[in-house]
T-cell receptor
């Protein structure tokens, strides 16, 4: 059964810092892994989708990597800004490719 | 991009009443939609998979008689919380599958049961 874990649970950094969010998963037979952003009281915004054949994906200041063999993914945020403050969730497919299993999220606060 | 809407965005109801939440795919057809529940400061937990034209598949521990799901068309799935109690208060989010490995999420519905 797929389990997804994220560390740290919360992170507070000053503006401008580069930071890394970690995600680990137990079942490495995945087709892809996704990173989402959730603002308080809102739905999910998809940030990056990494296919199993890829090692990383980039979008602007965001870079996500995937290492299936170790069951790990990282989300790198460069030059963080206060607007990046949100909860970041990673999700991996569950017992079928269509179900997503979410990690508990990392609550990020970027201080001005 | 694919857009998924939910209605209502917020609802307050009294204990013992039933509440219906709608999930619509606005610009695409979705044979499969998913319903998630999120408690404060916790992650999303998959409740059930909604399949157009057939019965929903519920995750372990989710009461199918309490959370009624109907996926009557390719663009609409509804979740009805029957005989709601305060412990059902939560943030309910739906998603619609657009392809083998992609889902688009709705904005969520905040349910408060008093």
């Amino acid at each position: 059964k797929q389990e997804v874990t994220q560390i740290p649970a919360a992170l507070s950094v000053p503006e401008g810092e580069n930071l890394v969010l970690n995600c680990s998963f137990t079942d490495s037979a995945i087709y892809n892994l996704q990173w989402f952003r959730q603002d308080p009281g809102k739905g999910l915004t998809s940030l990056l989708l990494i296919q199993s054949s890829q090692r990383e994906q980039t979008s602007g200041r965001l870079n996500a990597s995937l290492d299936k063999s170790s069951g790990r993914s990282t989300l790198y945020i460069a030059a963080s800004q206060p607007g990046d403050s949100a909860t970041y969730l990673c999700a991996a497919p569950g017992d079928s490719s269509y179900k997503l299993i979410f990690g508990s999220g990392t609550r990020l606060l970027v201080r001005p | 991009g694919a857009v998924v809407s939910q209605h209502p965005s917020r609802v307050i109801c009294k204990s013992g009443t039933s509440v219906k939440i709608e999930c619509r795919s606005l610009d695409f057809q979705a044979t499969t939609m998913f319903w998630y529940r999120q408690f404060p400061k916790q992650s999303l937990m998959l409740m059930a998979t909604s399949n157009e034209g057939s019965k929903a598949t519920y995750e372990q521990g989710v009461e199918k008689d309490k959370f009624l799901i109907n996926h009557a068309s390719l663009t609409l799935s509804t979740l009805t919380v029957t005989s709601a109690h305060p412990e059902d208060s939560s943030f309910y989010i739906c998603s619609a599958r657009t392809g083998p490995y992609e889902q688009y999420f709705g904005p969520g519905t905040r349910l408060t049961v008093t």
